[in-house]
């Protein structure tokens, strides 16, 4: 069975450039997390799914971050426009429900110069 | 955002040691999780406990979820160098508020 998908792994851009990055969910699991993780400490989340409604997303910074899940399957995260802050790795998750049982992909690493 | 304590923050130990590690909270859980994390990885779970003084192991890690819901421990025995790497431990609230929050990490490094 494959893992969660995300891409890019990496990413550099300049600050204030958009950024984008995918997540593909393990088949079946209907609940999608994005969370950051700031180099030294844990993963924080910034969303939360369950299928297509985003249920949590208290900690999203919503001046500059989007995310959508359409279909209630992959997932797209986006900053407009990306600070010097925002250099992080991004960590998708999935789980067939809310146990705390995650499964995170390998991470998408930002870059902002 | 909020995270949990762990400690210690950094172990450095010799292969064929026992290691032990905790996380504290000032919040009281519903379910504690242990998850490790390899350079240029993602997190992979190693022990989920759902109930206060539950001891489970998984090979030879052994993880115990606090008699007040406020903190777990986990050991290592017999440490070998794929132990390497950086243990996060989560914490799931119930109830409405329903939420995971993570712990700050452990990094280990085992000398063969």
């Known amino acids: 069975e494959a893992g969660v998908v995300q891409s890019p792994r990496y990413k550099i851009i300049e600050k204030k450039q958009p950024v984008a990055f995918w997540c593909n969910p393990i088949?079946?699991?209907?609940?999608l997390y994005w969370y950051l993780q700031n180099l030294g400490q844990g993963p924080e989340l910034l969303i939360r799914y369950e299928n297509e409604e985003a249920v949590d997303d208290s900690q999203l910074p919503k001046d500059r971050f989007s995310a959508e899940r359409l279909k209630g399957v992959d997932s797209t995260l986006k900053i407009q426009p990306a600070e010097l802050g925002d250099s992080a790795v991004y960590l998708c998750?999935?789980?067939?429900?809310?146990?705390?049982?995650?499964?995170f992909g390998e991470g998408s690493r930002l870059t902002v110069l | 955002g909020q995270q949990l304590n762990q400690s210690p923050q950094s172990m450095f130990i010799q292969e064929g040691e026992d290691v032990s590690m905790n996380c504290t909270s000032s919040?009281?859980?519903?379910?504690w999780l242990w998850y490790k994390q390899d350079p240029g990885e993602g997190p992979v779970l190693l022990i989920a406990l759902y109930k206060a003084g539950e001891l489970t192991s998984n090979g030879r890690l052994t993880a115990q979820f606090g008699i007040t819901r406020k903190d777990s421990f986990l050991n290592i025995s017999a440490s070998i160098p794929s132990d390497v790497g950086i243990y996060f431990c989560?914490?799931?609230?119930?109830?409405?508020?329903?939420?995971?929050?993570f712990g700050t990490g452990t990094l280990l490094a085992v000398q063969p």
């Open positions: 088949s079946g699991h209907n609940t």
């Open positions: 989560a914490g799931r609230y119930g109830g409405a508020t329903n939420k995971l929050i």
């Open positions: 998750a999935s789980s067939p429900g809310f146990t705390g049982e995650l499964f």
């Open positions: 919040s009281i859980f519903n379910t």
